[in-house]
C-alpha cells in the first residue's frame, strides 16, 4: 500500500521500523498511548495490516510527525483504513517546532493508500 512514499523538499515520508525511536517521538510529543508501538502489537495479534509512518526531515533525519495506521476488513463495515485501531483518541502527533508541512505531507500519503 506503500508504493511511492511522498516527498518535498523539507521532509519525505517513509515507514519507521525503530520501536525505541517511535515511542520515543510519541512520549516527548504528548502522543496518545493508542499511539505507541505496544498498541500495535495488540492490533497485530488480529491479524490486521498496519504501518507507522513518518514525515522526516531531510537535512536531519528527525521525526517531524507521525501516524500509525491499520488496514481493517470486515464483514460488518468492509475496508477500512484507521488511526488507531479499536481506540478512540490517536491519529497524527507532531513535534511543535515542525513545519505544518510535515502533517500535510502525512495526509496526503494517506489519501494515496
Known sequence: M???PRTT???SVEPCSDRREWN???RANDGPAYNHRGWSDA???YGHDRWHLVARARDSGEIAAALPLYHVESRL????LLSPAFAERGGIVVDETADP???RLLLEQTREM
Open 2 to 4: 506503500l508504493d511511492t
Open 9 to 11: 523538499g523539507e521532509y
Open 24 to 26: 520515543e517521538f510519541v
Open 43 to 45: 492490533v497485530a495479534t
Open 77 to 80: 463495515f468492509g475496508s477500512k
Open 101 to 103: 508541512a510535515a502533517e
